[in-house]
């Protein structure tokens, strides 16, 4: 069966520090990956989506990057937090079958608190 | 562009009531997919239901129950006698048929039922 993870469940950070959320999927080939954002009380946000290796698509400008270093890895970086970053973010997949997209399934979440 | 509009923002309901989610999507694809999402207290999101666009057969599923209607681009989720176990922020996402499409989420409705 298919997992994914997500590491680590909280974060507290500096302003100014960098970050690393990482994500893997387990089961899976080839899966598209997802980045979300969720703003305390908000909904979600797509930060950046990839179809496979080396591929990222960013859906908004901002200093958060992402990398696919291998087909089921999916890293969320940034060099210098802001403020703004904190929040909770969500990683995800799906597989394209056929007809379109299956259902997206997401990692338990980061809560990141920048201080 | 594709935009999905939950234009209630929280519900609150007594526990053994019945209580519909709105969900209102906009999209210019011929093809495309609803879900329903919980997301409990805990953060995780789980997916309840996936949708195909030439499928408007309604679907019911224990207590829950979708109604699909393509003349009116709505996708409501109801929920049958209500427990406290349902509150939670439910999210309708749409995606469209190409590969790699990515999730548009509604900005969630915060259903709180009330013992």
């Known amino acids: 069966s298919q997992t994914i993870h997500q590491w680590p469940a909280t974060l507290v950070q500096p302003v100014g520090s960098p970050l690393s959320l990482e994500c893997t999927v387990e089961?899976?080939?080839?899966?598209?990956l997802y980045w979300y954002r969720q703003a305390a009380g908000r909904g979600l946000q797509l930060l950046f989506y990839?179809?496979?290796?080396?591929?990222i698509s960013s859906e908004v400008p901002q200093n958060l990057s992402a990398s696919r270093p291998q087909d089921r890895q999916f890293i969320l970086s940034s060099k210098k937090l802001l403020l703004s970053d904190s929040g909770f973010y969500l990683c995800?997949?799906?597989?394209?079958?056929?007809?379109?997209?299956?259902?997206?399934?997401f990692g338990q979440g980061t809560r990141l608190t920048v201080v | 562009a594709q935009k999905v509009t939950q234009a209630q923002t929280e519900i609150s309901v007594v526990e053994k009531e019945d209580v519909t989610l709105d969900c209102v999507y906009e999209t210019r694809d011929t093809t495309y997919y609803l879900f329903w999402y919980k997301q409990p207290p805990s953060g995780e999101l789980v997916f309840l239901i996936r949708r195909n666009s030439f499928d408007e057969q309604n679907e019911i599923s224990g207590r829950y129950s979708w109604n699909f209607q393509k003349s009116t681009s709505s996708f409501n989720f109801t929920i049958t006698a209500s427990q406290v176990v349902d509150s939670a922020v439910y999210f309708c996402a749409l995606s469209g048929d190409n590969y790699g499409q990515n999730f548009v989420f509604g900005p969630g409705t915060r259903l709180s039922v009330l013992p």
């Open positions: 995800a997949w799906s597989v394209h079958r056929g007809r379109g997209n299956t259902e997206a399934f």
């Open positions: 990839s179809v496979g290796i080396g591929q």
């Open positions: 089961g899976t080939s080839n899966p598209n």
